[in-house]
Structure formats: C-alpha cells, structure tokens
C-alpha cells in the first residue's frame, strides 16, 4: 500500500456500490501455507511464524491480506505485525522450547509444552476471572464482567472470536480453545435479570472476541432486552470489525439489518456507542472502511476509537497524530490510547511509561483541540483505569503524576497520585509511591476489597 499523505474527508468520497457481497475467507495456524505472500518468506521465518501460532491464537482473512498489508514493506508493515506472529513474540527460552517439541513430531508433548508456556504468559490479567465476575447467591455468572460501579461487560458466547486477531491481544485466552480460561455467557436472559439487581448499572458493553461476527438476529436478541430497562442510557459494542471487516456493515448478507438494529437503539432513547478499535491509520485508507464508517454514522451509532501503544506498531507520535485527526475527518471520536496489557506477547509491545507519555503529549501537540479527546496513556490494571498525566518535578523529586479515571472504589476517580519516576517501568506493578509513602493511596482498601 503506498503511503500518501492526503486524508479525503468522508464527506468529500463518494458512496460507492459495494452491494456485491464479498467473500469471507479465513486463515489458521493450520493453513499459513496457504497464504500466498508468505511464501516469499525465507523457510526459517515462516518456520518461527508456526511456533509462535502453536502458542498464540492466529486467524487473518483475505481482506486483511489484500487490502491492507504492505508486503513490499514487511516484516516492518504495522497490519502485518498486528496480524501475524513473529519469533520474538515470544520468550527465546519458549520459543525454543515450543521449537524442539515441534522438531520432534510427537503431538503430546507438543499439546503439553504449549500449555506450561502459555501459564507462563499471564492469560487473564487485571483479575477477570478472581475479581471481576459477579456472584449471585454464591455462584459465579459465566460471561459477564462488572468492575466499575456504571459498566457491566458482557460476553455472549457467539461472540467469542475475531474476523482476524491482533497478536497483541490482552483476551487471546478466549481463543485457544480452552474452556477454563474462556469468558462466554451461557443464558441470554442472565445479563437482565443482573442489570434489573443492579441499579447502579447505565451502561452496557457488548465485547468478546468481537459481538459483530455474529449474525444479528443473534445480537438483536441480547440488545433488544435492554431497551426495556430505563436504567441503561448507553449500549457500547467493542470491535473491530470496521478495520477486520468492513462489509459487515455494506454488502454481508445482514449488513441492512444490522443497522436497522443500531438505528432502533437510537430510536429507543438510548446511546449507541460502536467502541472501534483502531492501532494505526493505514485501516482507514480503504474505500470500503470509509463507506462503513460513513454507513454506520448514518444509522446513529456514535463511533469511538481506542488501542493500545505498541512497539513495532504505532510507537511514534506522527502515527498517532495522523490516526485521530483522519478519525476526527470521518466522524469518529478518539476516545483512549491503552497501555499494552502485561499478558501474552507483552515484552514484545511494551512501551516505557515514560515513552509512551512522551508520544502522547508530542501527538497531541500535532492535533487541534476537538482531536484532543483521546484521553492517556492509560493502564486497564487491577484496580482501575489509570492515567499517565505526566512527568514532573516536586520538591527536588522527579515523579509521574497519575489519576484514576475509573477505579474498583468510585471513590477513587480523579483522584491524583504520585509515583517515583522509574524510566523503564512499563506497568503499574512497576511503580513505588513518592515522597517516601509507604503505598499508593488505594492499596489498602483494595486489599480489603479482594477478601470480600
């Protein structure tokens, strides 16, 4: 794909007739041979790229493959990096371990080295199973996630996998096939009974995997519910099926149906929020990912962009400032730059906190202020959503100032904190109190939170 640096507007391109269905076509680990361009890989490349799938859930379709790969710039090509693996995604003493399985054929110890390697990569990090699954009369509710006082996550089990799966992805435990480690919602009827005992709940979230591989009858079925409780005031649906997948929303087979179900949530008073995941601005260069945003815009559907900071990806300000002010263009609000999680290939992606600030504050001084709504760098942790506001100097110590924007106490939000400047530190864990405290100020209560 050849790099330009003029960005048309939606509203300057013109809708174009993709009432043609396309193909839905889809790779495994089990067909890398299939996928033509690989083949101009060198035998060990592609060799490491089956070691790294035995471990790492892949899946890319055609689309992806096409479209939006730049194979006379790979292995530097940022869409291939999100998509396929690479040898350094993982440990060398795991790699190697996985390598010499796989050397020796025999399909056991093969199946029980990747499992002890993939224990080893953190796969439900932030404490999603231990902390976040609500309880009802003692027993835990498969499929729904309820950290935050005002947002409850739910996860249907159609919805458990991806048009294709980013390599960098904190939920890949959903995708390897092990039920002990998988979030999916068994009843439909569970979710409302729980936001009905639930009053402090307004917000639903729709997330997997990806809702949007479902056909819409099925998501209409777990939407429709909601629109009969007045407590909820916005239905969010987490994907990225506008990058993945963009004719889902113009020429697949339910694509009309499926925003006529946005346009009646508009119509029933509540907010529709898509939560598009975005990591880099060469997924909005295509004809058909501007008609799918513009389509999905026309139904009501409020689109907001968020993704992780990534080392091999989109670790320089210019790629971000270039992603939200094309976003802002068509109509899409920025809406947070994540922290890579500590699961999975996390050394590979990981950013410096105290890089990553310096990207995002560099980015935002490219943009102007109505593409400043992106806030971070933020950490989905343990006990909430924290913000990087800066690097600054008090009192002779340098510190980061950091703040809450969601926390396990509500209490928590907005409230400031300092911690020692550590220039290699990646995540939260990583970080000490400054000025001498003993702890961070919500370290005790959230203590006493994870006996309840």
């Known amino acids: 794909m050849p790099e330009t640096n003029t960005v048309i507007p939606l509203h300057q391109v013109e809708a174009q007739p993709f009432d043609e269905p396309r193909r839905f076509k889809v790779y495994t680990a089990r067909q890398l041979d299939k996928i033509e361009p ?7 490349t592609r060799f490491a790229m089956e070691v790294v799938a035995n471990v790492l859930p892949f899946r890319v379709n055609e689309y992806v493959i096409d479209e939006l790969i730049d194979w006379d710039r790979v292995p530097d090509d940022p869409i291939y990096q999100l998509t396929f693996p690479q040898k350094d995604m993982l440990a060398p003493e795991h790699f190697e371990r996985v390598a010499t399985a796989m050397r020796g054929g025999v399909k056991a110890d093969i199946k029980a080295v990747v499992r002890e390697v993939r224990e080893a990569l953190n796969p439900h990090p932030a404490g999603q199973l231990e ?15 309820h950290k935050y ?8 089990s159609q919805g458990q996998v991806c048009h294709s799966y980013c390599t960098f992805c904190f939920r890949w435990a959903q995708f390897i096939g092990d039920n002990d480690l998988k979030i999916a919602a068994r009843e439909a009827g569970q979710l409302k009974k729980y936001i009905q005992a639930h009053p402090e709940i307004t917000d639903v979230l729709i997330t997997g995997g990806d809702p949007l591989v ?4 099925n998501l209409r079925a777990h939407i429709e519910p909601l629109l009969q409780l007045e407590q909820v005031r916005t239905i969010r649906i987490g994907s990225k099926a506008l990058t993945f997948w963009p004719y889902r929303f113009v020429s697949d087979d339910d694509a009309k149906d499926l925003l006529d179900l946005f346009d009646d949530v508009r119509a029933s008073g509540k907010h529709l929020a898509l939560m598009a995941h975005y990591n880099h601005w060469q997924e ?28 091999h990806i989109n670790d320089n300000a210019d790629d971000w400032a270039r992603l939200w002010q094309t976003q802002v263009e068509l109509g899409i609000v920025p809406y947070y730059m994540f922290v890579e999680r500590d699961t999975g290939a996390r050394h590979y992606f990981e950013v410096p906190l105290a890089k990553a600030w310096t990207i995002y504050r560099d980015a935002m001084k490219q943009v102007s202020g109505i593409a400043r709504t992106a806030r971070g760098p933020g950490m989905s942790s343990h006990p909430g959503k924290v913000e990087i506001q800066g690097v600054t100097e008090i009192n002779g110590e340098k510190v980061f100032a950091l703040r809450f924007i ?24 990583h970080l000490e109190p400054a000025f001498g405290e003993d702890q961070f100020f919500f370290e005790k209560e959230l203590a006493e939170l994870e006996k309840q």
């Open 38 to 44: 690989l083949a101009r890989l060198d035998e060990e």
């Open 131 to 145: 902390h976040n699954m609500p309880e009802v009369d003692g027993e835990k509710i498969d499929g729904i996630q």
């Open 149 to 156: 006082n005002e947002t409850v996550l739910f996860f249907p």
């Open 214 to 217: 479902m056909k819409t009858r």
């Open 284 to 311: 909005l260069e295509t004809d058909i990912a501007k008609e799918a945003i513009r389509r999905v815009r026309a139904s009501g559907a409020v689109i907001r962009s968020q993704g992780p900071l990534l080392a």
């Open 406 to 429: 969601q926390g396990r106490n509500h209490d928590w939000v907005q409230r400031p904190f300092f911690a020692k400047y550590n220039p290699d530190a990646t995540w939260l864990n």
